[in-house]
């Protein structure tokens, strides 16, 4: 078995749980690689064997059977630029808050090995999306994509935007607000949720699109297919807006075309048989928290 291991800071006592699950993998007899720079802060901490390192550009391919993340679903979201096109299954142990893609409490993570092991879980497919302009957006390079959700919204200013919307070519209409969120069913629990979308199960063919503070007060949520093809174009008082892919963003010039669409490529998420996604939902949204149950 072959294991990356990721993570981006070292919260309090994190450092003790990769000790863990790093023991736990020696005793599976795993060969372990862990991220170039997460190794350094590790070292500082925990007395760490001679293991190989990763970079973004270096180290991994489609031999490795999981990527373990440390952190929060931000995490998560940055470790997919490492492993976006290798097909590399991904688990995240929490380290954060909410977390609706890093499912593991970090006391448990020895579980993270011990049921992988013994094959108590299922490869969930996840979608993703890709952006793509009348212009060159160098601060995305070749990693256009985003696994929760792809967002344009306002710069420099407190007025709001308008941003005109077609569906496959079709006129929908032009949302004024502070942004729009086009999110996969994997984000609906992200950006688009706190902006009163709604949650798509992991699966589901379809996209959501969530106005942000829309000034139109009839401007609903709205899914559609995965299929579509959504273009927009802003407008507004600057000259400039932000498009954001996850994590990533970029200052785009007003009045150039933006096209979203599924990509031709998707993420492999572990599912652990007792961390599910519905288990996830109950406890992160204390979904029937109420003393009559």
Known sequence: MKVAIYGQILQENTAEYVDELLDELKKANAVVSIEKQFCQLLAEQISLEDYTTFTENTGLDDSFDMLVSFGGDGTILRAITFIWDLGIPIVGVNTGRLGFLSTFRKEEVRKVVREFVAGAYVIEERSLIEVHSDYDIPEFGDMRFALNEVTVSRKDTTSMITVETYLNDEYLTSYWADGLIVATPTGSTGYSLSCGGPVIVPGVQA?????????????????????????????????????????????????????????????????????SFLKTLRNKLLWGEDRRN
């Open 207 to 275: 996209l959501a699109i969530t106005p942000i503070a829309p000034h139109n007060l009839n401007a609903r949520p709205l899914v559609i297919s995965d299929q579509t093809i959504i273009r927009m174009k802003v407008s507004g008082r600057e000259e400039h807006h932000l498009v954001s892919l996850d994590s990533r963003i970029a200052r785009l010039e007003n009045g150039r075309e933006i096209i979203v669409k599924k990509a031709p490529y998707s993420i492999k998420m572990i599912e652990y048989t007792s961390e």
